[in-house]
């Protein structure tokens, strides 16, 4: 299945100030397809090193970490002839060996022009930054997320379509109706499969729900378990309850995280450790308000106020026990979960484009779903589930910030109107 990490990854080989790779993400999200896909297109040869399934890997680098040490001993164990700028070296599940994530370092200073990628899923969360130094300003880091609608659409074989969906997005112009009516299944198929590969390439071969949640859920188990394994043991029941909470928060009218939904009388103090590990395991995402519209935004933003969003829509549908054919229709029974699942969505797209996204509130009587930089400019986008027309947050928005165009993002066909671009669910992938 093709991943648009790829082509990262192929300018990250050509960049003359290229360092050591470090590719994160949550887990079962494709970084090790990915990695081993690109080596096998780009290179001669591919050495590989598991540190969780070769647990003895981690005795080679409790002595020396130089690359002039390393190298050989790397060459011998993978069976590979490690060549310079010819192989690439890849360590993965990096974050069960310190040791060798500190000795990216050194491949850095003193031998770049060995090509390594290392992958880990919890490296914000299971690395020892206490006893272990990381190599800061030594490496390069990209986040993998899973796949997005446009990904989706390809590994379902709609080359077409996702041809024709940029073009109109371009031109602001509608998509015939019988291929935006076909994408809007295609959006609904994706709100239930999600974008984790190992769910997308099942669900193309055999389009059985059934199977799909089975899947969905041995990966909902292995969060679980990750989260008794790298974290503090009196965190273990905050995590879970935080995590069990977000889809209470999502049915909300307002989907602003309240630590009272968690437990009753809960607090900050109390959660906040346990939110930081869900967002630093990449298994969720915490969206801040901002208090001012103004750039840089981060600057701005109200760390009192946020909404936590799932890292993929078809572990939040397994994890609520959505039947598929509900989601797939739409019925009237999800009406309160809509609105939070299509947020969720919204999310998941932005951030694998690469945005940091915001929202913003005007006292009780406005809010604006996402808020992000595109090309420079400060956009607002307005996010409904359906073909709904009434924008009066976007409107308040618009005559108080007077932005240069603003983004509704809705079931409504491509458009541009009184300085308004609507964009369909299914396209957000070209924001």
């Known amino acids: 299945m093709y991943r648009k990490v790829i082509e ?55 002595e020396d970490i130089s690359p002039a040490y390393l190298i050989p001993l790397l060459s011998r ?33 003193d031998a770049p022009e060995y090509h390594i990628i290392v992958a880990g899923s919890l490296l914000g969360v299971a690395v020892n930054r206490a006893k272990f130094s990381f190599p800061v300003g030594k490496v390069d880091i990209k986040t993998l997320y899973p796949m997005d609608m446009e990904e989706f659409l ?43 590969p190992e769910c997308v390439m099942q669900y193309a071969q055999t389009k059985d729900f059934v199977l799909l949640r089975h899947t969905q859920d041995t990966i909902l188990t292995s969060y679980l378990n990750d989260m008794s394994k790298y974290n503090n043991l009196n965190e273990i029941k905050k995590t879970r309850l935080t995590y069990d909470s977000i889809t209470v928060q999502l049915s909300k009218t307002n989907t602003r995280f309240q630590y009272k939904l968690v437990k009753k009388g809960g607090r900050a103090s109390e959660f906040e450790n346990a939110i930081e590990w869900l967002t630093l395991s990449g298994i969720a995402a915490q969206v801040f308000r901002v208090e001012h519209i103004r750039k840089p935004l981060e600057n701005y933003r109200d760390t009192d106020s946020f909404k936590i969003y799932v890292s993929d829509t078809g572990l939040l549908c397994a994890k609520d026990d959505l039947i598929a054919q509900d989601v797939l229709y739409m019925t009237s029974e999800l009406d ?10 919204v999310n998941t797209q932005l951030s694998a484009r690469g945005y940091r996204t915001y ?46 165009y603003a983004v509704k993002i809705s079931t409504r066909n491509f458009g541009f109107e009184n300085r308004i671009k609507t964009v369909p669910l299914y396209a957000v992938f070209c924001l």
């Not at 079962?28 to 591919?46: D, P």
């Not at 490690?82 to 200073?109: G, H, M, N, P, W």
């Not at 994408?183 to 709100?191: G, P, Q």
């Open 77 to 109: 164990i993978s069976g590979q002839t490690i060549v310079r700028e010819k192989t690439l070296i890849v360590f993965d599940e990096v974050q069960l060996c310190e040791r060798a994530l500190t000795s990216l370092k050194y491949f850095c200073e």
């Open 8 to 62: 990262y990854l192929k300018e990250w080989k050509d960049s003359p100030a290229r360092k050591p790779l470090i590719l994160q993400g949550a887990r079962q999200v494709g970084k090790t397809y990915s990695i081993l896909e690109f080596g096998r297109i780009c290179y001669e040869n591919v050495a590989y090193f598991n540190f969780e399934t070769n647990p003895r890997l981690t005795e080679t680098f409790q």
């Open 359 to 404: 929202y913003w509130t005007s006292g009780n009587t406005a809010e604006i779903d996402f808020i992000i930089q595109r090309e420079g400019r400060i956009i607002p986008v307005e996010v409904k589930s359906a073909d709904n027309t009434k924008a009066k947050s976007l409107k308040t928005y618009m005559t108080q910030f007077k932005p240069d």
């Open 154 to 196: 390809l590994a379902m074989g709609e080359e077409e379509l996702v041809r024709q969906i940029h073009s109109c997005f371009e031109a602001d112009s509608p998509l015939p109706s019988a291929l935006h009516d076909a994408a809007i299944r295609r959006y609904r198929e994706y709100l239930v499969v999600g974008g984790m």
């Open 336 to 345: 309160d979960f809509k609105g939070g699942l299509t947020e969720n969505y």
